[in-house]
């Protein structure tokens, strides 16, 4: 009994360690503060999640094949940008969607094609793309912030079905159904594969090419869903916006269980690392907490998250 | 205040006396040439700053040339201007100091060949210059705090309540200098008390959330104080979205088209406005002046404003909000 007890704990994802730390955090940051647990205060941890999740789940993609993509936040910023622009010169809103989905749609061809066909290195190729799309998203923009954009962008953004912000509702959408492409079809499965070991994947007959084409064009696709939610949520494009946030997304990827060597990596995961570093954010807010120290706070936690999964997986391996 | 009406006082003095010594000395005007350098040619600020120094140019019939490096990060572009600006020998120097410690060489050789140099909008680590015009920061954020406190008291019958403020970026002196002059004239209302402040990423996104939880956690708040515009954006965002706009004072810098929007939404109380104009056209006047042989203080604060829901639509803060309705106004008092 006693052994099978330790033998679960052994096997029990690091997942499963985050959402008790996430958990745990909730019911100490609702001791220590009355506003914590109050609708108000969790419509909007719903809705600060939100946006970084969206990244964080496509930037997954990449992580898993063992690849990365630095460019997620200049690409939310772009295709911000691209949507705020049409927007404000008074296009329909349809329209605007199909042009940012676009400008990830051909980010994640070319981030792709470079580093599978060109051999450069995802980190690198997508770190030129960081420089590059926010540099494309300033010009663009002429360096100023678009303004005058029709009320009801900003009124979907900021209301509510059945009290859960509709912010929430899209993400919560895009995560199920790339859950469910990770898990049971045959285009995850060969992603995971990838991911472990991409020569014996294409030994055994997997199309590599394709399967790295579809992945970082889901990341750039989710970077550019984040950057219209986020323009959504402001009523205004900023060309600076989402700077940083591609490693936000991959601390969220990794802290969620997914591994920088690929092959590892779940959306859930994904999710509550980046609820984790929300419930930071909200509780150093609530709390007062200096915000020089939660910086501190978090790369401590990525760390420590880290180093614990790698124990975990010895010890695994050991019981194997 | 007194340093403006001295200013005023020995520009006319340099000028009158141009004209009372006869037609020689106003030929010699236009042949001033004064090259007007900025930290970046892109951006809408920097173009108001030239807006400014060409209406001088034109009241003061001079020849002014506009410069500047594309972006405020090309440093060594700016020098190298400075650097072919004083080789031109021309009659006087403007310039925007894109880099404190690498313009401080530039300056003080301009000065050394004889050539004025009028410092505006950000100054370098050398004292020899002219006079340096630019925004008292300091200055602007003591309005802020006086604008708050008017508020609150408009809409609860007297200064007091919980205020909060938000600050742009961490190690930025001009916000430093806002943050500090908000704090120290806050004091002067005891029943204001700062209970929280935030420090964002300049980053409207985050500025949102901060906000968000600043509201939550002070459900009693009366007063914010953003420091930036795109502070302005997020707590403005906040605050309509959670319908608080009648009810917490918000006070924020500049004037982003969204901020302006706010203002007229009643959501932001009052802007704290910079007057980029004046910088272009009193740093040509005094540049002018200076070649003749006035004397100016070694700061001249150009003035900062304040935009309120009241004098939005009046002339004399429309041309702040928008430079291309800029009229040159008599005396606004301060």
Not at chain 2, 4 to 9: C, F, K, Q, V
Request: proline share 3%.
């Amino acid at each position: 009994m006693k052994a099978s007890l330790t033998d679960l704990r052994h096997r029990l994802p690091v997942e499963t360690y985050v959402a008790g730390l996430t958990v745990l955090m909730w019911i100490v940051l609702a001791f220590s503060s009355p506003y914590f647990w109050t609708g108000g205060n969790v419509t909007n941890i719903l809705r600060q999640v939100s946006i970084a999740a969206v990244i964080a789940y496509g930037e997954l993609f990449t992580v898993i094949l063992a690849g990365i993509d630095l460019s997620v936040g200049s690409v939310a910023g772009l295709s911000g940008i691209v949507f705020a622009m049409i927007l404000s010169a008074g296009y329909p809103i349809l329209l605007a969607l199909v042009a940012g989905l676009a400008v990830g749609f051909v980010i994640g061809t070319v981030n792709a094609l470079a580093s599978d066909r060109l051999g450069i290195p995802p980190f690198i190729v997508t770190l030129a793309g960081l420089q590059a799309f926010r540099g494309l998203a300033l010009l663009m923009s002429g360096g100023m912030t678009i303004a005058g954009l029709p009320n009801a962008i900003g009124t979907i953004a900021n209301t509510t079905i059945f009290h859960i912000p509709t912010l929430f509702v899209v993400m919560a959408v895009i995560g199920v159904c790339s859950h469910f492409v990770l898990r049971y079809t045959r285009l995850g499965r060969y992603m995971y594969a990838i991911g472990s070991n991409a020569e014996s994947a294409r030994r055994v007959g997997i199309d590599v090419t394709f399967v790295t084409l579809v992945a970082y064009c889901v990341s750039a696709v989710f970077a550019a869903v984040g950057g219209m939610l986020l323009v959504a949520r402001l009523s205004m494009g900023t060309p600076t916006a989402a700077t940083g946030y591609e490693l936000q997304a991959i601390a969220a990827a990794v802290v969620g269980g997914a591994s920088l060597f690929g092959g590892r990596g779940t959306i859930i995961g994904c999710f509550i690392g980046a609820l984790l570093f929300t419930t930071i954010g909200n509780g150093a807010n609530l709390l007062g907490v200096d915000p020089f120290w939660e910086m501190v706070i978090e790369g401590l936690l990525i760390a420590a998250v880290v180093y614990l999964d790698n124990i975990q997986k010895r010890r695994q391996a050991g019981i194997a | 205040m007194k340093n403006r009406l001295l200013l005023t006082m020995a520009a006319t003095a340099a000028i009158g006396v141009g004209s009372a010594a006869g037609a020689a000395n106003a030929a010699d005007f236009s042949k001033a040439r004064i090259p007007v350098i900025v930290k970046a040619t892109t951006s809408q600020y920097w173009a108001t700053v030239f807006d400014g120094a060409r209406a001088a140019a034109k009241v003061l019939g001079v020849k002014i040339e506009t410069q500047g490096a594309p972006a405020e990060t090309d440093v060594a572009g700016e020098v190298s201007i400075m650097e072919n600006a004083i080789a031109s020998h021309p009659t006087a120097i403007v310039i925007a100091a894109t880099n404190a410690v690498a313009l401080a060489q530039p300056i003080a050789k301009a000065t050394a060949a004889g050539i004025p140099v009028i410092m505006i909008d950000s100054a370098a680590n050398t004292t020899k210059f002219v006079t340096f015009l630019a925004t008292n920061n300091e200055t602007g954020g003591q309005k802020a705090a006086d604008e708050i406190a008017r508020c609150v008291k408009a809409r609860t019958g007297k200064a007091a309540g919980n205020v909060a403020y938000l600050t742009a970026l961490a190690g930025a002196q001009s916000l430093n200098d806002r943050d500090k002059g908000f704090v120290e004239q806050l004091k002067k209302y005891p029943g204001l008390k700062i209970v929280d402040h935030r420090v964002g990423n300049n980053d409207a996104s985050k500025a949102l959330s901060d906000s968000e939880d600043i509201l939550t956690k002070h459900p009693k708040l009366v007063g914010i104080f953003a420091d930036n515009e795109l502070e302005g954006d997020g707590a403005g965002t906040a605050l309509s979205e959670k319908k608080l706009g009648g009810k917490v004072c918000l006070v924020s810098f500049d004037t982003s088209s969204q901020e302006i929007k706010f203002v007229r939404n009643g959501v932001i109380d009052g802007l704290i406005v910079q007057n980029p104009y004046m910088m272009g056209y009193a740093g040509v006047w005094y540049a002018l002046a200076a070649a003749h042989g006035a004397v100016f203080p070694k700061f001249v604060d150009s003035g900062v404003h304040v935009v309120t829901k009241a004098n939005i639509d009046s002339p004399a803060m429309a041309g702040l909000l928008d430079p291309k309705k800029y009229k040159l106004t008599p005396f606004l008092g301060d």
